[in-house]
């Protein structure tokens, strides 16, 4: 994508070129999908930010056209467009991942329902005793041991 600063954006938008006017804090490209339909982003703290580095122009955060009805998500780094196919793979994964805990969190509940939290808790129950009886156990080898060296 090329980058062209103008004062005034003109009225037929060229594809693969985004105008930016300071003037306007404005920056509108033609949709990078091809529909040809008008993106504007506007530049403030609260919307896009335009990063220009001498010779490539970065806009941020992404541009996604919900609105439209290629639906497209990309972003624009260093001139470049970048598909945000990605992110939402990432998105999809997150889902599943959701998913998963759900299910996971269904099947214990599934599990306790049948009773195998009291057999759990019986059995943790004897593990206590268990470390408590080592523990005892220690304590009094300790104390024969003190007791054997005075
Ligand atoms: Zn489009």
Known sequence: MIHKFVEFIPENLEEGIIYITIKYATAVHSCACGCGKEVVTPLSPT?????YDG????????????NF???????IINSEVEWADQWSNEM?????????YE???????EKSDLGDTHQDSKSEIKEEIKKLNLMMRTLRRMKEYL????
């Open 47 to 51: 919307d896009w930010k335009l990063t």
């Open 92 to 100: 999809i994964q997150e889902g599943r991942t959701q998913d998963r």
């Open 103 to 109: 299910k996971s969190k269904y099947y214990k509940k």
């Open 69 to 75: 009805e290629c639906k497209s998500h990309y972003w």
């Open 55 to 66: 010779a490539t122009i970065t806009l941020s955060p992404s541009i996604g056209n919900w």
């Open 147 to 150: 007791f054997s060296t005075k």
